[in-house]
């Protein structure tokens, strides 16, 4: 094994939707060639009727679509129809346990992207609870295969895409969106300086918003068989302003930032087919001075008297408040989303906008040409039934050669790793499965996070060696890449064999390959990509990881290895599965942890082992003591052997949790039972 570091530039790939476009999402299949120079775009399309019910049912001889005003070939057309979260036929657990092993397949899937936005005009008490409300909502809302990311435009805590619902709750609980103030201290701060958002140095002229929602289309832009949605919760934006450039001084003034930023953003919404949906966590809004408890200006004044100046101050907020609703119908009038205001508890309407993406269309047409390279199409999709509505993506990028087509497989070349790194959905060339675990490192302050991602894939069936790039890039959740590490580790594989002690069955050779990075405390994103040279195939998987501060907490625990042995004399290995025969033999493999830099005395420590089935109850119950003689160096280790030829087929949940003094510490993994 070689390793390597990675180069700067690598390391600061923009893994989140906030600060950098994602690559092209396209997999094998997604741009099928049908001669040289012919390249087929993929288009999530909606209908909905009057009631914004999705219309299902709908063929290839119902759309017609426009590509520069001329109609085109439909030359592929697949409806989807995605399937419902039924909470009664999934694991009692389910919902609260995620998977603890990630596949690079999730791009094949049907389903949503949704991109909870909090904006940084949320104001201030309770409308910010009212705000992590709807977006809790929007989480709770998510069906089996969506994926999910939170943004803000204030503090910048992000979670990238994930199932994970525990993740995406605790960025939503995370910090304050607000950089607002309350009404009574915003008319206390206008009495001595003019409160201007244009000139606020945080986002000037508001265009942090505008570039935000343009990088989240440009992210989603490249994933044609998932719904885009993204929810706007905020109560204003700036589109702009009356400012002169004479005001402005030498500078060019927000308004014509504004124009550029809106224009660019409005390109980047129409080619994703990003969807917005306007939420104003404000509810009912009272207006005018009166209706608070102190107004300042309520007192008569030498030249205008109290009553005049509540009026002055009534009519403007009034003014304001109905701009801002209509600031904030802009974008959901021109994507087909819904405008949510006035509403004391917006959060109720979250499943009716979830269900108007429940069914929709995917068509494929031919990728036109133009003489600049640069230039976009514009592009438009009818169906030929009276009181519907279509919303489909109005703009696509032309191929970037005119006169000369470019040869058959130009558009399918495999992507660099930093192209496999740096998009929004893993590249799916060849199929990865990844086990992300963190552990206190035995010789540095700094915890280790383990890698595991199974290569199989590469592997060739006639044995011969493969010399595989392994890249790990770790971000934190604002997207900055804080640790990588680069290795060449050479494979062999026999492809798939029979295993003597599973009852001759076929089963797969798994290849797992183990990397590393330190990390400090907190939360991270992990990419790892898998490049073959001499093929030219690449791949890359994504998962997160927490790392616990094993240094200081009195109790913590591992994250969970499983390995498993096939062979009656075989070595345990490390693998992804966790679907397992009864016959095989299959450990939990974790540590437990009593602060590694801590100096008070070691205690005992209780696990409670649990393995709950699908209903979620317990069918095996028990409490291992661990006493201070367990404790090598503040940590003892801990192997669970499941239990597999005593249970039935099924689902199960293993359960972990480790007790001392007050202090707990849980561990959950979930298995299948085949």
Not at 365 to 370: K, M, N, P, Q, V
Not at 606 to 626: C, N, Y
Request: aromatic share 4%.
């Amino acid at each position: 094994m070689r390793v390597r570091t990675v180069s700067a530039a690598l390391l600061l790939i923009a893994s989140t939707l906030v600060l950098a476009q994602a690559g092209s999402d396209q997999r094998p299949g997604d741009t099928p060639q049908f001669r040289a120079g012919v390249e087929l775009i993929q288009l999530d399309v909606a209908v909905l009727d009057s009631k914004r019910e999705p219309v299902r049912g709908l063929t290839a001889s119902d759309f017609t679509v426009l590509d520069n005003g001329v109609e085109t070939p439909i030359r592929a057309f697949t409806p989807v129809e995605l399937a419902p979260r039924i909470r009664t036929s999934e694991a009692a657990w389910a919902e609260e346990v995620p998977p603890d092993v990630a596949t690079n397949q999730v791009g094949a899937q049907d389903g949503r992207l949704v991109i909870i936005l909090m904006d940084r005009s949320i104001p201030p008490e309770q409308p910010t609870v009212v705000a992590r409300r709807i977006a809790s909502a929007a989480v709770e809302a998510l069906g089996p295969n969506d994926l999910a990311a939170v943004v803000s435009t204030s503090n910048g805590a992000v979670q990238s895409l994930t199932a994970d619902r525990e993740r995406l709750l605790r960025a939503i609980n995370t910090g304050d969106p607000s950089t607002g103030m309350s009404s009574d201290a915003k008319q206390i701060m206008e009495m001595f300086t003019p409160v201007e958002p244009l000139s606020d140095g945080r986002c000037l002229c508001g265009l942090c918003v505008l570039e935000t929602i343009t990088r989240v289309a440009d992210a989603v832009q490249d994933t044609p068989r998932r719904r885009k949605m993204l929810f706007f919760i905020g109560s204003d934006m700036i589109w702009q302003s009356t400012r002169s450039v004479m005001a402005a001084g030498a500078d060019v003034g927000c308004e014509t930032r504004l124009k550029d930023a809106r224009a660019v953003m409005f390109k980047a919404v129409d080619r994703a087919n990003l969807t917005v949906h306007s939420v104003d966590p404000q509810g009912l809004v009272t207006t005018g001075p009166q209706t608070r408890a102190s107004a300042p200006g309520g007192f008569d004044r030498p030249v205008r008297s109290g009553p005049a100046v509540r009026l002055e101050q009534q009519q403007s907020e009034t003014k304001n408040s109905m701009t801002s609703r209509q600031n904030l119908e802009v974008l959901p009038a021109r994507t087909g989303g819904r405008t949510i205001v006035g509403q004391n508890r917006p959060e109720e309407v979250v499943p009716a906008v979830f269900r108007e993406s429940e069914s929709y269309y995917v068509l494929a047409i031919e990728r036109g040409a133009s003489d600049r390279p640069d230039a976009g199409r514009s592009i438009e999709v009818k169906v030929a039934r009276k009181g519907l509505r279509v919303y489909a993506q109005r703009q696509y990028a032309a191929l970037e050669t005119a006169g000369t087509p470019p040869t058959a497989g130009a558009a399918s070349s495999p992507p660099s790793t930093r192209e496999a790194l740096t998009r929004l959905l893993p590249n799916a060339g060849m199929p990865l499965a990844l086990a992300v675990t963190a552990f206190a490192s035995p010789e540095s302050p700094k915890p280790i996070v383990r890698v595991n991602v199974d290569v199989g894939a590469f592997g060739h069936k006639d044995g011969t060696p493969v010399p595989l790039d392994i890249t790990v890039v770790a971000t934190d959740q604002t997207g900055r890449g804080v640790a990588s590490a680069r290795q060449t580790s050479t494979v062999a594989s026999s492809g798939r064999v029979p295993d003597s002690s599973v009852e001759g069955k076929q089963l797969a050779r798994e290849i797992n390959v183990q990397s590393h990075v330190e990390l400090p405390p907190g939360d991270y994103g992990l990419r790892v990509a898998v490049s073959d040279a001499a093929t030219g195939n690449v791949a890359s998987v994504f998962s997160d990881v927490t790392v616990p501060k094993f240094d200081s907490a009195p109790l913590s625990l591992s994250g969970v290895t499983v390995d498993v042995a096939g062979l009656p004399a075989g070595a345990p290995v490390t693998t992804t599965r966790r679907s397992f025969h009864r016959e095989e033999r299959v450990r939990a493999l974790l540590q437990i942890y009593q602060g590694t830099q801590r100096d008070d005395a070691i205690v005992p420590v209780s696990m409670h082992v649990q393995i709950l089935d699908a209903k979620g109850t317990a069918v095996r119950d028990q409490s291992l003591p661990f006493a201070e003689q367990a404790f090598t160096n503040r940590r003892a280790d801990c192997v669970i052997t499941l239990p597999l030829a005593k249970l039935p087929a099924g689902e199960y949940l293993l359960k972990l949790e480790a007790s001392v003094d007050g202090h707990k510490s849980g561990r959950a993994l979930r298995f299948v039972v085949e």
